[in-house]
C-alpha cells in the first residue's frame, strides 16, 4: 500500500517510465526531481556529451482536455528556465540546452499513451 496521495503516485510512475525510456535511448540521467527553491525540473538528462536536456513529464489519467502536455503554461516556462539556469550555473555548464515534454497517459495503472516531444518549447523570457 502506498502512502503516497494517488495523484503524486501516478506522476512517480510517469517519471520512472520516462527515465527509463531515456536511458534505453542510451541518455545518462544527471538528477531527476532537481529542486532550487520553488522550482522543480523533473529530470535532467544529457542526450549526448555536449547537449543537457531538461525534461518536464506531466502524467495524467486521460487527454481529454488536450493532452499533459496542455499543462505547461507560460508561467511553468518560465519557472524551468529559470530552475535550469540555476541547475546550469551550479554545474558550471554553458552551453547547448533543450527542453523537452514526456506526456503519460495512465488509466487504471496501464500506460495508455506515451510521448516524447523533443525541443517542445524554448521558454521564452
Known amino acids: 500500500m502506498s502512502l503516497l496521495a494517488p495523484h503524486i503516485e501516478k506522476g512517480k510512475v510517469g517519471e520512472d517510465l520516462s527515465a527509463a525510456y531515456l536511458e534505453k535511448k542510451g541518455w545518462r540521467i544527471a538528477e531527476r526531481n532537481w529542486r532550487a527553491g ?26 481529454n482536455f488536450g493532452g499533459p502536455e496542455r499543462g505547461i503554461t507560460a508561467h511553468k516556462r518560465k519557472k524551468l528556465a529559470h530552475t535550469a539556469a540555476l ?9 547547448a540546452i533543450r527542453f523537452d515534454v514526456v506526456a503519460v497517459v495512465l488509466r487504471h495503472g496501464k500506460l495508455i499513451d ?10 521564452s523570457s
Open 38 to 63: 520553488r522550482g522543480e525540473i523533473d529530470i535532467i538528462a544529457w542526450e549526448t556529451d555536449n547537449l543537457l536536456v531538461f525534461v518536464e513529464v506531466k502524467t495524467r489519467s486521460s487527454d
Open 87 to 95: 541547475y546550469m550555473e551550479s554545474i558550471g555548464y554553458e552551453w
Open 114 to 123: 506515451f510521448r516524447h516531444v523533443e525541443d517542445a518549447f524554448f521558454p
